[in-house]
């Protein structure tokens, strides 16, 4: 299908769009990406579906083919490329562009950290489509910087975007500035999980699963937080990280990796045939372990590791790496935080979790390089 296909449709059918978009961008043919979307609207349909339920399907179709190994880390950074242009191209279509805007004033902005922005940019969009009057701050934005615009600018609300759950401490952090100077928050993306518990976890104000949500719940709209009462929540919300053991783990993380490297080799011996670029990827994937551990002590869910461990299996596994030797490594971490409770709990549950997802292992020395 092509694009003069999908202009000369009356009413463009989503899955055709959708696939004629995809081709486009797995081509990394942005011309033609831009006149399947742009042709489409033209051909009636609504803008935001074009943003939700087209680009953004697409976009989630990119990370799924990423992860099974059918497309490389720059194919999905080109497709991510393309969507940009393309939602630019929509968003300054004479045709196409959205209201003067007429509502209250929210920042968009991704957590520090947090370089995934394309959901962020595509709820600026569909904010702006309802009228709001939208500060769209992008990627990676440091937290004095936000406050800072927040002073400038007057916005009545922060939107606060985080796809990878490794930066939700770093989103606990901007989110109690935020508070601390009167915006109330709200969370959205894959960070905050499916049902916006670590959003509550956190103290957001409120938490939205998609941007038709979030254009609900401003509708309604947030009130304006006390900064007291923030200063006493930010300090009294999370009485778990008294026992210090995110602290402990967060800064003897170095030491955590190098130990369980070293020894791994014993616990896995297919690993004695590695080359150095497998034991330097390997050691990789122990420093994601370690701070995923982190975070779920920063958020007390003994669930959190376990889940990001049947993700990271799968991923192995589309790669014919054996997920079998995430055991050992847990193991060994388990040894070196023998004497912190939740730790040892964590990684205990997440040796379970890992258990039922794994095959028989291989005999010594037959199953495939990491």
């Known amino acids: 299908m092509t694009a003069t296909d999908v202009q000369r449709t009356a009413a463009p059918d989503l899955d055709h769009v959708r696939e004629a978009l995809w081709q486009a961008v797995r081509d990394g043919d942005e011309y033609r990406a831009s006149d399947t979307v742009v042709g489409a609207v033209d051909a009636g349909l609504p803008v935001e579906s074009a943003l939700l339920d087209v680009i953004a399907a697409v976009q989630a179709r990119v990370g799924a083919e990423w992860a099974a190994n059918r497309l490389t880390v720059a194919q999905e950074h080109a497709a991510t490329a393309i969507h940009e242009r393309v939602i630019a191209a929509l968003g300054h279509h004479p045709r196409h562009r959205p209201p003067e805007p007429h509502g209250t004033r929210v920042t968009v902005v991704c957590v520090d950290g947090e370089w995934h922005a394309l959901p962020a940019r595509l709820l ?13 701050l992008g990627a990676h934005v440091p937290v004095p910087h936000l406050v800072s615009h927040l002073h400038r600018t007057g916005a009545r609300t922060v939107a606060l975007s985080a796809t990878f759950s490794l930066h939700l401490p770093t989103a606990h952090t901007a989110i109690t500035a935020c508070q601390a100077v009167g915006v109330p928050v709200l969370a959205g993306g894959a960070a905050f999980g499916p049902d916006g518990r670590y959003a509550r976890t956190l103290g957001a104000d409120a938490w939205a699963p998609d941007a038709r949500a ?13 900064p007291l009462s923030c200063d006493r929540r930010a300090v009294s919300g999370l009485p778990h990280l008294a026992d210090q053991e995110y ?32 034991r330097e990827r390997t050691a990789e994937d122990i420093g994601h372990i370690v701070d995923h551990l982190a975070v779920a002590l920063y958020v007390d869910d003994p669930e959190f590791l376990p889940r990001f461990l049947r993700w990271t299996a799968g991923v192995l596994d589309a790669r014919s790496v054996p997920a079998r030797s995430l055991d050992p490594a847990l193991a060994l971490l388990g040894r070196q935080l023998q004497d912190f409770p939740r730790a040892s709990r964590i990684l205990h549950e997440a040796r379970a979790a890992l258990d039922h997802l794994l095959p028989a292992p291989h005999p010594p020395g037959s199953g495939p390089a990491a």
């Open 247 to 278: 602290t402990m783990v967060v800064s003897t993380r170095r030491q955590l990796v190098k130990e369980t490297l070293a020894r791994l080799e014993e616990r896995y011996p297919p690993m004695r045939s590695y080359t150095h670029q497998q």
């Open 214 to 226: 979030a254009v609900d719940v401003l509708a309604r709209g947030l009130d304006r937080p006390d």
């Open 124 to 136: 600026s969009e569909v904010l702006r489509r309802h009228g709001l009057r939208v500060d769209f």
